[in-house]
C-alpha cells in the first residue's frame, strides 16, 4: 500500500524558497503515476499546485507556475516541490498526494489518493 | 478555467438525516467529478470518483450522481463520524489541471 510522507522546514522567511519533500514507500514512483502537491492555508479551501511524472514531465496551476518547480528523485523515491518569492499568502498546509489515472467505463479520470499526512509551512520574518 | 461552487457552505444535521450537496462547474465537465471528505487536522480522503463510483472502503450510505455541469452528494443516513468538510474536485482540464470547489461544512445540529 503506497505511502506519502512530506518533509521540510515549517518556517521559511518572506520572498525566500519553499522546499518540500515527499517520500513514497509502498511502492515506485516509476509507477504509471503522476505525483502531485496541493495546498490549504488555514482555514481555507484547498488548492492544487502541481504534478510531476517519473519521467520528468510536469504540469503547474496557472496561479502559481512562474514560481513553482517540481521535480523527482527516482534513486530516492521521492519527489519535491520549490516555490520561490514566497510571501505570508502561501503559509499553508502543504499535501503531496499520488494522482490515479482510470480508466472508467471508456474515459480516463484522475483523482488524488492516497495522500500525505500535511506539513505546516508558515512565511513569516 | 474551469470554477468549481458548492452549496450550501456549510449545513446543520443531526445524526440520521438526508445530507445532499451540490457542486456546479463553470463549464460541462462530463462525468470528470471527484469527491472528498476531510476531517480537522487530516488530510482529505476519496470518497466518490468519476462522479457517482463509491471508492472501496467507502460506506454505502455515500453515493454521487450528476454529470455536465451540476453534481450531488448524498449520505443517506448521517453518522457521527461523517461531521466533516467535504470538497468537490475536477479533472477535465486539458492541459491537465485541477480545481477544486470551497467545501461544505456538515457539522452537528
Known amino acids: 500500500q503506497v505511502q506519502l510522507q512530506e518533509s521540510g522546514p515549517g518556517l521559511v522567511k518572506p520572498s525566500g524558497t519553499l522546499s518540500l519533500t515527499c517520500a513514497v514507500s509502498?511502492?515506485?514512483?516509476?509507477?504509471?503515476?503522476?505525483w502531485s502537491w496541493v495546498r490549504q492555508p488555514p482555514g481555507k479551501g484547498l488548492e492544487w499546485i502541481g504534478e510531476?511524472?517519473?519521467?520528468?514531465?510536469?504540469n503547474y496551476n496557472p496561479s502559481l507556475k512562474s514560481r513553482v518547480t517540481i521535480s523527482v528523485d527516482k534513486s530516492k523515491n521521492q519527489f519535491s516541490l520549490k516555490l520561490s518569492s514566497v510571501t505570508a499568502a502561501d503559509t499553508a498546509v502543504y499535501y503531496c498526494?499520488?494522482?490515479?489515472?482510470?480508466?472508467?467505463?471508456?474515459?480516463?479520470?484522475?483523482?488524488?489518493?492516497?495522500w500525505g499526512q500535511g506539513t505546516l509551512v508558515t512565511v513569516s520574518s | 478555467d474551469i470554477q468549481m461552487t458548492q452549496s450550501p457552505s456549510s449545513l446543520s444535521a443531526s445524526v440520521g438525516d438526508r445530507v445532499t450537496i451540490t457542486c456546479r462547474a463553470s463549464?460541462?465537465?462530463?462525468?470528470?467529478l471527484n469527491w472528498y471528505q476531510q476531517k480537522p487536522g487530516k488530510a482529505p480522503k476519496l470518497l466518490i470518483y468519476?462522479?457517482?463510483s463509491l471508492q472501496s472502503g467507502v460506506p454505502s450510505r455515500f453515493s454521487g450522481s450528476g454529470s455536465g455541469t451540476d453534481f450531488t452528494l448524498t449520505i443517506s443516513s448521517l453518522q457521527p463520524e461523517d461531521f466533516a468538510t467535504y470538497y468537490c474536485?475536477?479533472?477535465?482540464?486539458?492541459?491537465?489541471?485541477?480545481?477544486f470547489g470551497p467545501g461544505t461544512k456538515v457539522d452537528i445540529k
Open positions: 498526494a499520488r494522482v490515479r489515472d482510470i480508466v472508467v467505463v471508456v474515459a480516463a479520470h484522475n483523482w488524488f489518493d492516497p
Open positions: 509502498g511502492g515506485s514512483i516509476s509507477s504509471s503515476n503522476w
Open positions: 510531476i511524472y517519473h519521467s520528468g514531465s510536469t
Open positions: 463549464q460541462s465537465i462530463s462525468s470528470y
Open positions: 468519476a462522479a457517482s
Open positions: 474536485q475536477q479533472s477535465y482540464s486539458t492541459p491537465r489541471s485541477f480545481t
